[in-house]
DNA sequence: TCAAAAGTGTTAGATTTACACCCATGA
DNA sequence: TCATGGGTGTAAATCTAACACTTTTGA
């Protein structure tokens, strides 16, 4: 039985910004297309949704494939569905944003795969509409970042407050006053201080907090 | 030439969740679903994107069918895929929310289609994971009217400031202070008061107030 | 010993909130 | 004349933004 068959379908595929942060900079991971039309071109990295399965499946199922990552935090930006969006076919695509941290990326997998961190503010023309779903997907990044314990996803588990600013301030694109920003951390009682110092980053050494989500979860209150 | 055929096709639709402010509530405009599966079940008004169309051209077209209405305003809220989400097939569908002003609908056109304003704390269990749409649509809308001039899609071109605070305060669902609301309306000089009067609403009368687009244009800032 | 990043409080200004009474009019 | 919705200002409290110096330590 088929309730619809007088009207058409279409090819849906998933496209997926992922971004990290390295080297101070919120960067996201672009490569050559692998496959015609557009084969060679800057591309997002995307696959076409199955029959049988969930949109956001898809979507998780894509970006395991290039990350080798599980339970990454994912969020749809939105369905991308102009006529011609695709040179070769009409294929309506539904992008989504993944944040992960740089670090637990294998990079035998990146090469593999072919894909490279560009600077966010570096990013030459891509294939298709894909500029217009990382310019989405940084909107509402910035808005989430305000107002949600996101950050997180893009540091190692422990992570000094310089870290966390320049994070923030990557993704909002200016810079913030670090005693403000310090005094606003403090009052969030699921950023903990550890009593682990991190040497890396200068002589005197910096503390490192880590995010408490199960204090998070019941404390509950984010406002950067 | 056929890029694409290995990859599954799959039935996309747009549904629209038509706001309206009305006896000093906000409504959504739903009737009772006219094919199978779930005929007769609470629903949306929607449509299929056909192979020759824009998933936004698909939405405006579904919006004027309804409501005869053109240049209405109208946003994506996102793509809803769950496999199941269709009693009947595999349909990924693509939500919409606009803003009509009640009066601008001809009565006539919505008996014909069966649809009826709805508050939208009275929202009906509606087809499908209409209800979700729903939701998420306010969500989005509640937050937008915060920071763009949206209020006035909903509204006639002539509105008191009780009318304009009336809808406010149904959108985000709470009241806000009459004297603090009329302040910050006051900085904003594209809320143009003009030297008319509105009778219907109070013996003393009220001055009508209209939105001025070039102004905002201009002058452009928002916050409520 | 000095360069480089970590860490720390205070104050002025701006914004937000709370709050109550008089006005004009038609019924 | 009175009930109804229209219209108006001020003060306290909160939040935001600006700002500079000391500490630690490895090279």
Chains 1, 2 share one sequence.
Do not use: C
């Not at 593999?112 to 997907?137: F, R």
């Amino acid at each position: 039985m088929t309730y619809y068959k007088e009207y058409s379908k279409v090819w849906v595929s998933v496209d997926v910004i992922i971004f990290g942060f390295d080297e101070g900079k919120l960067k996201v991971l672009i490569g050559r297309r692998q496959m015609d039309p557009g084969r060679g071109e800057w591309s997002l990295y995307g696959g076409f949704v199955s029959a049988d399965e969930n949109i956001d499946e898809a979507a998780q199922r894509t970006l395991k494939k290039l990350t080798g990552l599980n339970n990454l935090y994912m969020r749809q930006v939105g369905a991308f569905g102009s006529i011609d969006r695709d040179p070769g076919e009409r294929v309506i695509s539904i992008a989504y944003y993944a944040l992960i941290n740089v670090k637990d990326y294998d990079e035998k997998l990146r090469v593999e795969h072919g894909v490279e961190w560009i600077d966010i503010n570096k990013i030459p023309t891509l294939y298709s509409d894909h500029n217009l779903m990382i310019e989405q997907a940084l909107r509402i990044m910035r808005q989430k970042i305000k107002t949600a314990p996101i950050s997180f996803r893009l540091l190692p588990s422990l992570f000094t407050l310089t870290q966390l600013q320049r994070l923030y301030e990557a993704v909002i694109g200016e810079e913030v006053d670090k005693r403000n920003f310090r005094k606003r951390i403090k009052e969030m009682d699921f950023i903990e201080k550890t009593n682990l110092i991190d040497k890396k980053s200068s002589k005197r050494g910096a503390a490192l907090y880590r995010f408490n989500t199960k204090a998070y979860n019941e404390d509950s209150n984010f406002k950067l």
